[in-house]
């Protein structure tokens, strides 16, 4: 879906549902077929960093929102993306210290589309791992509703989670 010009509509923002008319990326039919394919090897070729932090928030374990993983989006393949939250995480190795430039500009172009960006070192991940989870906690936090309930309200069940059930 474009409007005039080859402009695209931005992502869903924290709230909207993904109702009529709320901007669904569909890249399989619209990639070309390499980014497809570099897209697969990023997957199958993950870095120690990117695989700790996989499974910490696949399968919605973090505030139950959906992440994927080497995601395409555009022109460009997000380490780890969120559609509903409209957030990309990325994982920098030192490589990303020389390229300054070409993350800038890409970082401008996902915040036009509506994408909030989260940069990360690799290093900070695997040494900082709370403090990496809680800065995406808290911005997902925010582009939800209302607080969910970590824990069951007192009695039965929480009596279970303290004696290891």
């Known amino acids: 879906m474009e409007r005039r010009g080859g402009e695209q509509p ?3 923002q924290a709230g909207e549902g993904r109702g009529e008319g709320a901007y669904i990326p569909t890249p399989a039919k619209k990639l070309p077929p390499d980014l497809r394919t570099f897209a697969r090897n ?3 070729s993950q870095t120690d960093a990117e695989a700790l932090l996989w499974g910490l928030i696949r399968n919605r374990r973090l505030l139950g929102f959906k992440f994927r993983r080497q995601y395409p989006l555009d022109a460009y393949i997000l380490d780890f993306f969120c559609l509903d939250a409209a957030l990309a995480i990325e994982l920098d190795g ?3 210290a020389e390229q ?3 993350d800038d500009k890409r970082t401008r172009h996902l915040e036009s589309r509506g994408v909030t960006v989260l940069r990360f ?3 900070e991940m695997l040494q900082q ?3 990496v989870l809680e800065k995406i906690y808290l911005t997902l936090a925010s582009r939800t509703p209302s607080s969910p309930t970590l824990l069951p309200p007192a ?3 929480s009596q279970n989670l303290r004696e290891g059930e």
Request: glycine letters at 14%; hydrophobic letters at 20%; charged letters at 15%.
């Open 129 to 131: 791992t709370e403090s």
């Open 10 to 12: 931005p992502l869903p």
């Open 94 to 96: 030192g490589q990303h």
């Open 155 to 157: 009695g039965e069940g």
């Open 121 to 123: 070192w690799n290093n």
């Open 100 to 102: 300054q430039s070409y």
């Open 42 to 44: 990023l997957r199958a």
